[in-house]
Nanobody, 127 residues
């Protein structure tokens, strides 16, 4: 079991930046693939980014490539999502997710692949 606690959400103007952080409990953080998802009102939850256990294999949704950066600090049990050039359409609840795996350099992209979820901070981008 792992508990995920996100921070860093809030209100930002279009074109601005936010950094989300997700702190995981326990001493097994390095066994988890981590992911960030978002869900806007009336829409399905969608993948934003995912990072392998090693931190070297990354996945980004096409819509965020070049603007968002995922990273992890295994010593701090924390995964980050740096979001730049935010757009109003990206207003959503952003969720951190974790999935234990023996694969060191793989990531996952589907919500159904992940077993543990954070509470989801709101990110609001004003126009």
């Amino acid at each position: 079991q792992v508990q995920l606690v996100e921070s860093g959400g809030g209100l930002v103007q279009a074109g601005g930046s936010l950094r989300l952080a997700c702190a995981a409990s326990g001493r097994t953080f390095t066994t988890y693939v981590m992911g960030w998802f978002r869900q806007a009102p009336g829409k399905e939850r969608e993948i934003v980014s995912s990072i392998s256990r090693s931190g070297t294999t990354l996945y980004y949704a096409d819509s965020v490539k070049g603007r968002f950066t995922i990273s992890r600090d295994n010593a701090r049990n924390t995964v980050y999502l740096q979001m730049n050039s935010l757009e109003p359409e990206e207003t959503a609840v952003y969720y951190c997710a974790a999935r234990a795996t023996p694969l060191y350099n793989s990531y996952y992209r589907e919500a159904s692949d992940f077993d543990f979820w954070g509470q989801g901070p709101q990110v609001t981008v004003s126009s």
